[in-house]
């Protein structure tokens, strides 16, 4: 089933109340008007408003609680989450409506939340959380991910899930060859995961798709000029790696554990959030709220914050 989002009407979901800096996210960008290269990096959209239109959403006599997962497109917790809180908000509209949710993110500041997700286990519904964990090499990490968190500061916040009951695992995103697919890096990570109880762990090769293309060949060339040819060689015929090296990359993470479950369910990394569209086309309002006139204040100002791969 298609997934929309709620806020804006498009076909693409806008994660509650920021636009990640992720591959995933930058082609969302254009329903704002913004391209998806540098504006994409030097311009965060926040909905302050997403908790209210979520939980009239989720009030709707058509709504029949299908999984709603969390940052399947873009990062709610990442780091400008810590200024709007948000989340909270969220939580609470799923709590309150028996919602099975789940979400998917790379910062530890989800234990924010932590009681309130305990809230939503103790009612039964169904709630899961993994993080992302591309990499523990330093080098690797600084450069394809600047400013965000330790990923050791991750694989703890999931041992931390598990001990209060959240069943929580590691997706290993993008694995991206040449840069963090040695044998010996993944291997790490999955011995740590296992560690801090991971329900399972995934691994998904890097995708290439539209505007991101360029975006990451460009950061390639700079980073590990090296590789250029070999990554125009995997991703010559489109966006996806051949099958035989898609393969490699995902058995590099089997071999040490079990995967996670296909989206949506339990224990997964969750399916779509399966809102009904709300109008057509892109949105005109660019700051503010969604769906109702902007406040009178000025937004907030925000710092930049560097692209993700």
């Known amino acids: ?6 806020t804006t009407g498009t076909g693409d979901f806008i994660s509650n109340g920021v ?6 996210a930058r082609p969302t960008h254009k329903y704002l008007d913004f391209n998806a290269g540098r504006d994409f990096e030097k311009e965060i959209i926040v909905k302050v408003n997403v908790p209210e239109v979520l939980r009239a959403e989720l009030k709707r006599p058509s709504w029949t609680h299908e999984h709603v997962a969390l940052g399947t497109n873009t990062d709610p917790y990442q780091w400008v989450e810590g200024r709007y ?3 909270p908000g969220i939580w609470e509209a799923f709590r309150d409506s028996g919602t099975p949710c789940s979400v998917l993110t790379k910062s530890p500041l989800l234990l924010r939340d932590l009681p309130l997700m305990k809230e939503i286990k103790a009612r039964g519904i169904p709630i899961s959380a993994n993080l992302s964990v591309p990499t523990l090499d ?4 600084r450069a394809s991910e600047p400013h965000t968190p330790n990923p050791r500061a991750r694989l703890e916040a999931v041992g931390e899930l598990n001990r209060n009951g959240i069943p929580s695992g590691i997706l290993i995103a993008p694995l991206m060859p040449g840069i963090n697919d040695s044998p010996e890096q993944v291997e790490r990570i999955l011995e740590l995961a296992a560690e801090n109880g991971a329900t399972g762990v995934s691994g998904i090769a890097l995708h290439l798709r539209g505007e991101v293309r360029q975006v990451f060949m460009d950061w390639l060339r700079s980073y590990r000029p090296d590789l250029v040819e070999r990554y125009e060689r995997l991703y010559a015929r489109g966006a996806y790696a051949p099958q035989a090296e898609r393969e490699r990359l995902t058995a590099l993470v089997r071999r040490g554990s079990p995967a996670l479950p296909p989206p949506g369910d339990e224990y997964g990394t969750g399916g779509a959030s399966r809102f009904p569209r709300r109008g057509q086309g892109p949105p005109e309002v660019r700051r503010g709220t969604e769906g109702r006139a902007p406040a009178n204040d000025p937004p907030k100002p925000v710092p930049k914050q560097e692209p993700l791969f």
Do not use: G, T
């Open 85 to 87: 809180k948000l989340m």
């Open 1 to 6: 089933m298609p997934m929309y989002d709620i």
């Open 138 to 141: 330093e080098k690797a990490w």
């Open 19 to 24: 636009v990640s800096h992720n591959c995933f």
